[in-house]
């Protein structure tokens, strides 16, 4: 059983950065390690959307059209984290962001196993 926790979500002005976490704050240090890792938001009244995702080993990245050169998706295998730096936040990036976890990198929300509480983030004109 693999349990995120995300954190860096906030109010932040238009034009601006903030970086969020997602830690898998359960099982053993190599447990997140073994999974694909991806980033979803979901905006009021909206369906949940794929943001990024990155496999298990680092070597495949892959980014919606909309964040594509603003957000970057990382981890630290040995700090059991994930992270998603946004730069130059829009109001249309407002949303709650949820990170999970998956076997297999994949950008469809069915194809992941677990998901945090998400963070709000909220990107102020």
Do not use: H
């Not at 932040?12 to 980033?39: D, F, H, K, P």
């Not at 938001?41 to 964040?67: L, M, N």
């Amino acid at each position: 059983q693999v349990q995120l926790v995300e954190s860096g979500g906030g109010l932040v002005q238009a034009g601006g950065s903030r970086r969020l976490s997602c830690v898998a704050s359960r099982g053993t240090v190599s447990t997140l390690s073994l999974y694909s890792m991806g980033w979803f938001r979901q905006a009021p009244g909206k369906e949940r959307e794929f943001v990024a995702a990155i496999s298990w080993r680092g070597g495949r990245i892959y980014y919606a059209d909309s964040v594509k050169g603003r957000f970057a998706i990382s981890r630290d295998s040995a700090k059991n984290t994930v992270y998603l730096q946004m730069n130059n936040l829009s109001p249309e990036d407002t949303a709650i962001y949820y990170c999970a976890a998956t076997r297999a990198v994949d950008p469809r929300a069915s194809a992941y196993d677990y998901w945090g509480q998400g963070t709000q983030v909220t990107v102020s004109s």
